[in-house]
């Protein structure tokens, strides 16, 4: 066996109802004096009390989805006008995104106190989106020095948002499966990370207030995301940066609808990886146990839904084609990008689409 692996040097605390102590030891660990918090005006309460212990001097709340560069602009500009030392992030993958666009430029280190299963807090990536254009990127200054994990915080995300982003964290170790970096660590983690999700998900769509299924969403969101730091962005993601960077399409919702047509379209080219997601469900084959999981969940099923228009399908094909990984299992053609983006914008059933085997001798489906 010869791989190489890195290992993100990251705190992290599960903490479930003690989220303000925890955040109060990490900016203390990080000497931090005066602390930028991040939030949504949505979550400004929230974030208020869990900072409550901490030497806040500014609560930023301009946030949005993609982190468009001018909002990122903001936010650096408000961290130096501030001379915050610290920044702290109570909420979402937006809001992590936001805090991690100030790191990237100005090297402040991040506390992360996540609201979804998105596991950005747990990555080393960053996104930026400028004239619909997402970029992506991995440096190190980005990647929170401690996370802080509270269920509790998580019990007023909504049983649809909590699926979708729920999916957005399955989809990072689908795709770490084969994504270009990927080596037996990660692939044990997100063997694990898939088992959680699978178990979570639906007790949390079966008892949203029930604190152990949160838990184990939050504990499968991290794995997810170690996996997915390491091995890197594979189809699946490509496809969904473009799509979410181009249409503003909802970055959850699309991730969990485009995941079963991308494990369609890979696992006959990846044998191994299928056999490895099919074992952590449990099931036959990995896309039945993908498929279970989502109607179990009354999953996201078409992008047309979140308002992807039917032009847009052929629109976003030269764009996927240049953003795809070189390394695929199967080789990304025209063709197949357009097959398998009309069958997620319409909701067709992934199995018969026409996201079928792939022959080895042709290079194109059967
Ligand atoms: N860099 C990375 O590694 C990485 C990984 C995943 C996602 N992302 C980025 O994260 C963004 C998407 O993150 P997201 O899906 O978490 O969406 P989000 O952060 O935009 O949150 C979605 C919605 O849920 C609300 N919300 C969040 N937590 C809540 C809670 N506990 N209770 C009630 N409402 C709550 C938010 O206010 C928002 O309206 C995208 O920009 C994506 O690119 C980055
Ligand atoms: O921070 C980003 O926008 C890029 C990484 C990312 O979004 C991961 C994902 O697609 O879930």
Redesign the pocket.
């Known amino acids: 066996m010869r791989f190489e692996h890195e290992t993100l040097p990251q705190r992290v605390h599960f903490a479930s109802g003690d989220a303000r102590a925890a955040v109060r030891t990490e900016v203390e660990r990080l000497g931090g004096a005066r602390v930028m918090v991040i939030a949504t005006a949505r979550q400004a309460e929230r974030a208020k009390s869990v900072t409550a212990d901490a030497p806040v001097v500014v609560h930023h709340d301009d946030v949005a989805m ?2 468009p560069l001018a909002t990122a602009e903001r936010a650096r500009a408000a961290a130096a006008r501030h001379d915050a030392d610290v920044l702290v992030c109570v909420g979402g ?1 937006s809001t ?2 936001l805090a ?1 666009a100030v790191a990237l430029t100005s090297g402040l280190p991040i506390v992360a106190v996540p609201t979804t299963y ?3 807090e747990a ?1 080393s ?5 400028e004239g619909g254009r ?1 970029t ?1 990127g991995v440096d190190a200054r980005v990647l929170p020095r401690a996370i802080v994990y509270d269920a509790t915080l998580t019990l007023t995300l909504a049983v649809p948002m909590s699926v979708a982003s729920g999916l ?1 964290a399955l ?2 170790c689908v795709d770490s499966m084969w994504a270009p970096r990927t080596d037996p660590v990660d692939q044990a983690l997100a063997g694990e990370g898939i088992r959680a999700l699978a178990a979570g998900l639906p007790a949390v769509v079966a008892g949203p207030s029930v604190i152990e299924g949160r838990e184990q969403m939050l504990y499968g969101a991290y794995l997810s995301a170690v996996a ?1 730091s390491s091995a890197g ?1 594979g189809l699946h ?1 490509k496809i ?2 473009v799509l ?1 960077g181009r249409f503003d399409l909802p ?2 919702q699309t ?1 969990a609808v485009v995941l079963p047509y991308v494990l369609a379209f890979n696992a006959p080219a990846a044998p191994h990886a299928e056999r490895r997601i099919a074992e952590a469900f449990g099931t036959g084959s990995a896309l039945e146990g993908l498929q279970r999981l989502r109607r179990a969940v009354d999953a996201p099923t078409a992008l047309r839904d979140y308002g992807l228009g039917e032009p847009d399908i052929d629109d976003s094909v030269p764009a996927i084609l240049e953003a795809a990984p070189a390394d695929n299992p199967r080789p990304v053609t025209a063709d197949g990008v357009r097959v398998l983006l009309r069958a997620a914008w319409e909701g067709a059933d992934p199995a018969t689409a026409g996201v079928r085997p792939w022959s080895r001798h042709t290079g194109v489906p059967e």
Do not use: I
Not at 125 to 129: C, K, R
């Open positions: 993609h982190v993958g992590t995104g991690k998105a596991g950005s990555t990536v960053w996104g930026l989106t997402k992506t957005n989809a990072h997915f962005s993601h969904c940066h979410g970055h959850a991730h």
